[in-house]
């Protein structure tokens, strides 16, 4: 179409179609480049869609795998609280248990003391008992002695 174009006229009719043929011919070969270009383009746009689709997929499972790791971490703290506060009562049940330890030592000492002074007590009944009956038996013998009567 550029030979018809022109401002010279082609020679013979066969030189003109043959001038057409090959400005024919170029304009397939830049249509066919021009294609090429757009499918590279189209590949490119493509390959960059399935990157951004994949890295939005890669996105997608970051934050679901951080909402996961968050609800992990939420899960431990609520078992670090949980055993922190286990842990201050059994530590607080543990204080009173000494000083109730503490207060049941000082009872039982008293107690073994109270003991102690009174089985002295009682040694000391039986000594002063067992001396009263001495003198009894005895003041009974000499009385029996005395009036002849036996008790």
Known sequence: M?????AEPAANPFEQARQDLAAIEREETDAR???????????QLSAAARRG?????????????????????REVRERLHAARRTHEELQ????ELQYAIR?????????????????EQLARWQ?????????????QRELGRLTGFRF
């Open 33 to 43: 480049h021009g294609l090429a270009l757009l499918e590279w383009q189209e590949e």
């Open 2 to 6: 550029e030979a018809t174009s022109r």
């Open 127 to 139: 000594r002063l008992l067992a001396e009263a009956q001495a003198r009894l038996e005895q003041a």
């Open 103 to 119: 207060r049941e030592e000082r009872a039982v000492t008293q107690w073994q003391r109270q003991v102690k002074n009174t089985e």
């Open 53 to 73: 689709v994949e890295k939005a997929a890669g996105r997608e499972e970051l934050a679901r795998q951080k909402a996961e790791q968050w609800r992990v971490v």
């Open 92 to 95: 607080r049940h543990a204080v």
